[in-house]
């Protein structure tokens, strides 16, 4: 048999507390009786000793009927290590078996490969096992054989399909789990390209959302597997330090627990105290975040305190803030507000001996099983009453809003950044004037909340309340905070909304009604054009018509031909040589002057506006760039933005400066000078002398040096380079220049 990998840290506590020996759970003639069977298969025996011990109610006879299948059907297959495939099922189902899940799920592990590598096909699984185990297999299988265009995509994809398939039946996950797991275990065995490409989806995908199914043993490992293929040298480092501390390590918690034991001893609390080791990868992200060396990473010790009640828990924390004097601002209590992986625990850091800090965690036998396997511990009371009933409930139904929000994300990108959002994320508790609480991630926003508490709120959110005093929208909120939402049915969301909000909801609503309104506009203004258009031929067109046309176009109907003009996916002149196609071909009539001193070759009546980001004025070089929804947007071809928009050359029109007499245009000019009695009006007469129109004026000033802001109307390039020049010439000013990527002028 081989052995495991030996370098990855043992997971602690990895026997549930108050595991019965396997004669008391399991009838020996049962056992022994299968076990004699099995006599030529060690894999199978370790299997129904493990799955006995863990469940009383285990069918140990389906769980060798499905060890045989499956090795019958695996026969001749090995893996990449030499091994029979067969070695690879088995260690599936202990992982399974080990987590203490129902005999039908350990059945699972060991078939969960029988459909992708061999030929048995569904119906004789479902004909010889049953329906259950059948969809189990099936429910795995199908996320193996999705075959994707790209890694981003294969990530959204292995999300949307694992999050599918654990609201059918959150089983299917847990021996997707196993399977990972076994497979991270075993990565020496192939090349270097593929050990970077799981062990990275791995920390990626599978870590956190491990993390959100409360699944802590697992999560660790994959986590520190991940990190040992990902960088090497850096895991290496990490795990000698680690061993080279134990002892010192060990001894100190053995000084810091034992007057804790004691005192609850006294007070008659069964108690067990140990040390809980941080995993590799976690302190690797320590390092990483506060840029520190391995030997100024001083939070490596921690104790786990378990008792037997609620009651327990407190009085243990009260004792041990009573011997060490506690750290401000480090205590959290996970049991009254629990996260939302069911994690339940009290939190403290406190000054242990020799002034070293020392993280507490206090918890229930109970607790400690849940934080171990998460939502694994709470199948198997899904079908019962009761709060571990409707924790699993609760979970089930965070995964299936989560499908529901991300329905109509077909970006891979956008939905890989929603998702993270849910699954990375600490979290805060903030409540409604009425004490009602919500959990949300740190940083979030009162936007956030508002759409938390209900998406019509989100909505029409126009201002917020924190400990009623007024914040911005965008304000950060923190533990405790009591948030009050004032709403308006005239208020709407902002893009602006997408650049601070933290939840995955907030996100996707505001997203889907920026589309919705932006898809109404753009039929507006397509119709618009499209309409002016045919006013040139003197025609009026049908729905009917115009929707024969759009089918023709790929498109469902008018209104979607309206959107696609409107946003510049489609120009007007294909769609009159459509509806018009006996008409002379189009005649270009003059272009008509626009009164913002552009003309737009081959187009007419074209809504247009000016980049901000790079402000034209006559005299530049320009291009004019098809938007969606608001006509032409005119760039200077030096614009910093201008390889995003040559990105999409379809889109690209000519135009050409047209100015009638006297028009003018805004720039922003920055002048730095040494601050002196009447330099304002220095300046501002230099300006006037050149014909130029001052519109606004900043100025700050900071050690006798002022840099003042102008924004200025002039009719060209070659005016503002007169002004340019002559203010040069102004007593103390020493730079002038113009500012490409302005700020908003002042009203």
């Not at 171990?372 to 198997?380: L, Q, S, T, V, Y």
């Not at 508002?450 to 909505?459: E, K, N, S």
């Amino acid at each position: 048999m081989k052995e495991p990998l030996t370098d990855i840290p043992p997971t602690p506590d990895s026997t549930p507390s108050g595991q019965l020996s396997t004669e008391e759970r399991v009838p020996a003639g049962a056992l022994d009786r299968l076990l004699e069977e099995a006599s030529d298969h060690l894999q199978l025996q370790m299997l129904l000793i493990e799955t006995a011990a863990g469940n009383e109610q285990a069918n140990l006879d389906l769980i060798a009927r499905a060890y045989y299948f499956a090795a019958s059907r695996h026969t001749g297959q090995t893996r990449k290590s030499g091994e029979p495939f067969m070695y690879h099922c088995v260690e599936v189902a202990r992982i399974l078996a080990q987590m203490r899940l129902d005999s039908t799920t350990v059945a699972a592990g060991l078939l969960h490969d029988v459909l992708e590598d061999t030929p048995v096909t569904i119906d004789e699984i479902s004909s010889e096992f049953g329906p259950e185990i059948a969809g189990l297999t099936d429910g795995v299988t199908k996320i193996e054989r999705f075959r994707y265009e790209s890694r981003e995509k294969r990530q959204a994809e292995t999300y949307r399909k694992m999050l599918l398939s654990m609201v059918k039946d959150i089983r299917v996950i847990l021996v997707k789990f196993a399977d990972r797991l076994h497979n991270m275990r075993t990565l020496d065995h192939v090349d270097h390209e593929q050990q970077l490409r799981i062990s990275r989806e791995t920390a990626e995908v599978y870590a956190p959302l491990a993390h959100r199914l409360g699944l802590a043993r697992i999560r660790w490992e994959l986590e520190d597997r991940s990190l040992r293929y990902s960088d090497p040298e850096k895991y290496a480092e990490i795990r000698d330090k680690v061993a080279m501390k134990r002892e010192g390590r060990e001894l100190y918690i053995e000084e810091f627990k034992a007057p804790i034991e004691a005192e609850l001893r006294k007070n008659s609390i069964a108690v067990e105290i140990a040390g809980r080791p941080k995993n590799f990868y976690s302190i690797y992200t320590k390092m990483a975040s506060r840029g520190r060396p391995f030997e100024e990473i001083y939070d490596l010790t921690a104790v786990r305190i378990i008792v037997g009640s609620v009651r327990e828990c407190y009085h243990a924390l009260g004792l041990v803030h009573t011997l060490y004097h506690p750290v401000p601002d480090r205590f959290k209590d996970y049991i009254a507000t629990p996260k939302t992986n069911m994690y339940q625990s009290l939190h403290t850091s406190v000054i242990g001996p020799k002034g070293l800090s020392v993280e507490v965690q206090i918890r229930t036998r109970k607790m400690h099983h849940t934080a171990e396997i998460g939502i694994a511990a709470h199948w198997r009371y899904k079908s019962g009453e009761g709060s571990e009933a409707g924790e699993f409930d609760r979970h089930v139904n965070w995964m299936r809003q989560v499908l529901d929000w991300q329905r109509d994300d077909s970006d891979p990108a956008e939905f890989l950044a929603n998702l993270k959002i849910e699954l990375y994320q600490d979290e805060i508790f903030v409540f409604t004037p009425m004490g009602d609480l919500h959990q949300l991630p740190v940083g979030a926003t009162p936007v956030d909340f508002a759409f938390a508490v209900h998406t019509d709120i989100g909505l029409h959110c126009l201002t917020a309340k924190v400990n009623r005093q007024i914040v911005p929208l965008s304000a950060s909120l923190n533990s405790g905070d009591a948030v009050e939402i004032v709403t308006s049915s005239r208020q709407h969301p902002s893009q602006a909304w997408l650049d601070f909000v933290k939840t995955a909801k907030a996100r996707h609503s505001i997203g889907r009604w920026l589309k919705e309104e932006w898809y109404a506009h753009s039929v507006r203004l397509g119709q618009q054009m499209l309409e002016q258009e045919l006013k040139r031929y003197r025609k009026r067109v049908e729905s009917g018509l115009l929707d024969s046309v759009a089918q023709e176009l790929g498109l469902a109907d008018g209104e979607h031909l309206y959107a696609g003009i409107g946003s510049g996916d489609l120009s007007v002149t294909r769609v009159i040589n459509q509806l018009i196609p006996d008409s002379p071909k189009r005649r270009i009539r003059p272009n008509m002057k626009d009164r913002r001193g552009i003309r737009i070759l081959g187009m007419n009546d074209m809504l247009i506006h000016f980049g901000k980001c790079c402000t034209p004025i006559p005299g530049d070089l320009v291009l004019g760039l098809v938007t969606r929804g608001r006509g032409v947007s005119v760039h200077r071809t030096d614009c910093p933005n201008i390889s995003d928009i040559t990105e999409d050359p379809e889109r690209i029109v000519e135009v050409e400066w047209d100015v009638v007499e006297d028009q003018s245009f805004t720039v922003q000019l920055l002048v730095r000078s040494t601050d002196r009695k009447y330099l304002l009006s220095d300046i501002a007469r230099v300006i006037s002398d050149i014909g130029a129109n001052i519109q606004s004026t900043s100025t700050t000033t900071v050690d006798h040096l002022a840099k003042q802001t102008f924004w200025i109307d002039v009719r060209d390039t070659q005016q503002l380079q007169a002004v340019i020049k002559n203010l040069t010439t102004v007593e103390g000013v020493t730079q002038v220049q113009r500012v490409y990527e302005p700020d908003q002028s002042p009203s």
